[in-house]
């Protein structure tokens, strides 16, 4: 009885089934670590919250060491500085939170525990990712015995996303839940704390600040000059809200464009003797209103969650996608062999160009702000915005103008590029000369051409001076400053332009030449026949590349002008720059860039379209 | 087509690039109306012989002459002469019909002027359907018909061709060589061509000029070059397969020597090499003589392979005193490898080349009483 062939070459192929598995773990794995942190960094940014409380009690006079531990009980540790100006001890404790309260007595370091887990319900999301997982495993065990399925095992992909989705849909509720209680107990604390400060003889003002949240008086609300921390949408939201859900101990709101959650409580009039008149008014007592930006906005687990569970469905759905190919191991190989060699560069292009060009999209459509962790999102406003805004159209009049030194440049470049063919000695010097402001940096470049073009003590002004010319105000007068920076562009493309103009004329075959002169063409009909033609591919790549280039000067621009004077040499990318990061509107200045993008795009594509498309000749 | 032939006249005409002489002291003189190949093998100057005859280089030393007038200072397009290049260098962001045209063109002939002549040739070429086609659309034969009349749209008094056939397949290359010999009878134009293929050169011109290390090696007829080669290397560069050599030696008694040969004869050197032609050497089973002229038998040998060619065979032998020759025999012949021959020599076709190479004037041969 002859045995059947064995298969020599079972390695990958064999091992395909168990990696199958291994990424799906993974995938559930990445699901509950990041339901997990996305609640440890509320908890932690809560317990530090609740440790500043603490330390806002203790600077109260007459509250001190017993508000705090009325806040927190146990939690909270109350420890002297060393003298010798060391650490506290607290401070390297894990899960604890110091604080050291400020002018009142710097000796002293509150230290407050992390906030202890509650049970939260029962939920089977541990199980069913571990029962996934040893599906899976049977799923691989049984795979490793048989051949491999002559089609995609869309059965088995489905049930891996569908536990993967449904995983993580567990996870999520979980991870709502606890934040939900963890936002809760975060809000109580703050209530907790203006009222402990209360009792303790602190102003209401004074206590609504221990609380150490935006908040609001009742009568603030209705004046917003008096509300120092809470943003105006959100006390024009609570304003807003009917009576029952206003006295509601918490409740949760949208304003501007976010989630908060806000929490209320009536403060006793102080306690205090009264150092006024003895005939004042009782004061009344005082409604405060906490609000707390919601964990759905600073914590919320639900994107991380679709993106570990998307990815790890499609990380399975490739992987499974090689099993019936493996049945084929050069196939497969060759296959792996090319992801392989194609992951590296996809993966720098995904994460380094389309990952950040679609991010700037999303920020273009919302109201981002550097410093305000609210975005609200905005939807095609920033684009309304722009597209009103003159100072932009201005900018990009002034680009466009920029833009007509290329023609310009490329004459130059071209001319210099037939100039200085061949390899004398000489020539090569000049061609060195000529390129070197290519390889020379942006900066220094426009430093050194500042200085020459600086009205009184430049070198050029000086010598037009004994010329008997007048001094020029090249940087200086909206009338020249475009002018002047177009013209050091020039003197900056030109020896790049030329370099690769000569490749192409490198690449004209001298027959075309010889025939032509055998023809009895003369030189600037050669020219015009056969040199123009032979580089219109050359020609047409150094216009596009040439143009967007143009449309994206900046360098030039800021260290020479700054945009100015007067806005004249204002150009879009430099626009783009100072609505980013002078007036802080990322939204505005990502919508800015997605429009330059457009301009560009269809600059281009009119080339392509009028200059390219025509070509019918191999 | 009224521009009268034209001669072309070089008179010691060198072209030196550096310290190489690409071209060294070359007469040659090409007579109105006559088709002139010049043959060599690569990097023998042929190319640039050409090129300063167009006009594309200029001469070191001597002077071209076309027409009757030194046009040593005459552009290229002001020289009367068209030319055909290897690559056709076809101007590929033009029509056929501006290829053709473009010489005129730039001349600044009238557009209906153009368009007639362009017709014309089209018509000649059979390029009338291509002319609104771009070269990079057309065959490697269309685009060698387009080149053909781009050179001839302008009527020169002479053409010039730089390997115009090469770049085309085996079958197109017989055909399009059978043109250009029509064309020629047709047009009566001076054709300078220049090729490294010696069939080509045989069968196509009326002379032909053989150049090696650019220097002329002779001018002559097709049958004069084969049949009376100036020296070693031409009997060797024409002919397929390659001449048969022996080297010679005079020995003590004053005759040369070498294998079974010896020829007597005051001779005026030590060494020389006879040479004789594949096909003039005659092979039997039998010592019979199959060739007229030849004495039977002339030395017996061994079969080393034969290739058999369909209307010939060639057999290479285990030739005298060692060396490798071959005949070109009849296929009735049946012969194999390892088989007797006894070949005799056509010693009246046969060449005896001195110690310079050069050609020395009567045919060898032998002493016949000393004959193995």
């Known amino acids: 009885m002859s045995r059947p062939p064995e298969r020599t070459d079972g390695g990958l192929p064999a091992f395909l089934p168990a990696i199958v598995t291994v990424a799906f773990t993974a995938g559930l794995a990445v699901i509950l670590l990041s339901a997990a942190a996305s609640v440890n960094g509320a908890r932690e940014r809560a317990t530090k919250n609740v440790a500043r409380m603490a330390a806002n009690l203790w600077e109260i006079p007459g509250a001190g060491a017993d508000a705090v531990a009325q806040l927190l009980g146990e939690r909270a540790t109350i420890e002297a500085v060393p003298a010798d100006g060391g650490a506290p001890r607290t401070r390297t404790e894990p899960g604890a939170y110091g604080y050291r309260p400020g002018a009142l007595d710097p000796s002293v370091w509150i230290a407050v525990a992390s906030d202890p887990d509650r049970a939260p319900p029962p939920r089977p999301t541990t199980p069913l990712a571990l029962l996934g997982i040893l599906l899976m495993i049977a799923w691989t065990a049984r795979r490793r015995r048989r051949p491999p399925p002559p089609r995609y095992p869309a059965a088995t992909l489905l049930l891996a996303a569908a536990f993967l989705a449904l995983v993580a849909l567990l996870a999520a509720r979980r991870a709502h839940h606890e934040l939900e209680a963890i936002s809760a107990a975060h809000l109580a604390h703050g209530i907790r704390a203006a009222e402990i400060a209360v009792t303790s003889g602190a102003d209401p003002t004074r206590a609504a600040r221990a609380a150490g949240l935006p908040w609001g008086t009742t009568a603030a609300l209705a004046d917003p000059a008096r509300l120092w921390t809470m943003p105006r949408a959100v006390s024009e939201a609570i304003a807003a809200l009917p009576p029952p859900l206003r006295t509601a101990p918490t409740s949760t709101l949208q304003a501007g464009g976010a989630t908060y959650h806000i929490a209320q409580t009536t403060l006793p009039p102080n306690t205090a003797p009264p150092t006024q008149s003895p005939t004042a008014p009782t004061p009344a007592p005082t409604t405060l209103h906490l609000a707390l930006l919601g964990y759905e906005e600073t914590a919320s687990p639900t994107v991380p969650l679709t993106a570990a569970s998307a990815g790890s469905t499609l990380l399975v759905a490739i992987i499974l996608s090689l099993l019936p190919l493996s049945a084929r191991p050069r196939a497969l190989r060759r296959t792996l062999a090319a992801w392989g060699f194609l992951a590296p560069a996809a993966t720098l292009l995904l994460v380094f160009t389309f990952g950040p060009l679609l991010f700037s999209l999303w920020i273009s459509l919302q109201e981002w702000h550097l410093v305000d962790p609210a975005h609200p999102f905005a939807g095609l406003d920033n684009y309304r915005n722009i597209i009103l805004d003159t100072a932009w159209w201005s900018s990009i009049r002034n680009t466009a103008v920029f833009t007509l030194h290329v023609p310009l440049a490329m004459a130059v470049a071209l001319a210099l590029a037939l100039l200085t063919q061949g390899s004398r000695r000489a020539v090569r010097w000049a061609r060195l000369a000529l390129f070197l402001p290519s390889i020379t940096s942006v900066v220094a470049i426009a430093v050194v051409w500042k200085w020459l073009l600086n009205d009184g003590y430049g070198l050029v002004n000086q010598l037009l001076a004994r010329a008997g010319i007048g001094p020029v105000p090249w940087l200086t007068s909206p009338d020249t400053a475009l002018a002047s920076l177009m013209l050091i562009s020039v003197w900056m493309v030109v020896g790049y332009q030329m370099v690769v103009f000569q490749a192409g004329l490198a690449a004209i075959p001298r027959d075309w030449y010889d025939a032509a002169r055998v023809d009895g063409a003369g030189p600037l009909q050669r020219f015009r026949h056969i040199t123009l033609p032979g580089l219109r591919h050359t020609l047409f790549f150094v216009l596009v590349t040439s143009v967007i280039g143009s449309f994206q000067v900046f360098g030039l621009v800021y260290v020479m002008t700054e945009g100015g004077p007067l806005g004249a040499t204002d150009v879009a990318v430099y626009h783009i720059y100072r609505e980013a990061w002078e007036f802080l509107r990322f939204g505005n200045a990502a919508a800015m860039s997605w429009v330059l993008f457009a301009v560009v795009f269809a600059a281009t594509w009119l080339h392509f379209r009028f200059l390219e498309g025509r070509r019918a000749h191999a | ?372």
Request: net charge neutral.
């Open chain 2, 1 to 372: 087509m009224t521009t009268p032939p034209r001669a072309v006249s070089l008179r010691g005409v060198e072209k030196r690039f550096g310290d190489v002489a690409a071209v060294a002291a070359v007469d040659l003189d090409v007579r109105p109306g006559e088709l002139m190949v010049l043959v060599g093998p690569s990097g023998c100057g042929k190319s640039t012989l050409l090129r300063l005859i167009a006009g594309l280089e200029e001469a070191t030393a001597g002077e071209v002459w076309i027409g009757g007038r030194c046009v040593d200072n005459v552009a290229p397009g002001d020289r009367d002469v068209a030319m055909v290049f290897q690559s056709y260098a076809l101007y590929p962001h033009m029509t056929v019909a501006q290829n053709l045209g473009f010489g005129l063109k730039v001349r600044g002939a009238s557009r209906e002027d153009i368009g007639r002549r362009v017709d014309d040739v089209a018509a000649l070429l059979d390029l009338a359907g291509l002319l609104s086609r771009r070269p990079g659309q057309l065959s490697g034969g269309q685009r060698q018909r387009v080149a053909l009349g781009r050179a001839m749209v302008r009527d020169p008094g002479v053409f010039l061709f730089d390997e115009p056939l090469s770049n085309l397949d085996a079958g197109l290359r017989l055909r399009t060589r059978d043109e250009i010999a029509a064309l020629h009878r047709r047009l009566g134009t001076t054709m300078i061509f220049v090729t490294h293929d010696q069939v080509e050169a045989l069968s196509l011109g009326d002379r032909v000029a053989v150049m090696d290390g650019g220097r002329l090696q002779q001018v002559g007829t097709p049958h004069e070059i084969y049949r009376r080669p100036a020296n070693l290397f031409v009997a060797g560069f024409v002919g397929s397969p390659p001449i048969n050599r022996l080297p010679l030696s005079r020995g003590a008694d004053g005759h040369l020597a070498g294998g079974p040969f010896r020829f007597a004869g005051d001779w005026a050197f030590d060494e020389a090499t006879l040479g004789v032609r594949p096909e003039d050497l005659g092979a039997d089973p039998e010592p019979t003589g199959a060739l007229p002229g030849a004495t039977p038998a002339d030395f017996k040998t061994t079969v080393l392979r034969v290739e058999a060619l369909g209307s010939e065979q060639r057999v290479h032998l285990d030739g005298p005193a060692g060396a490798a020759w071959i005949a070109r025999v009849s296929p009735a012949l049946e012969v194999a490898a390892g088989d007797r021959l006894a070949v005799s020599v056509a010693w009246d076709r046969g060449h005896l080349f001195g110690p310079d190479g050069a050609r020395v004037a009567a045919p060898p041969c032998p002493i016949p009483d000393l004959r193995t």
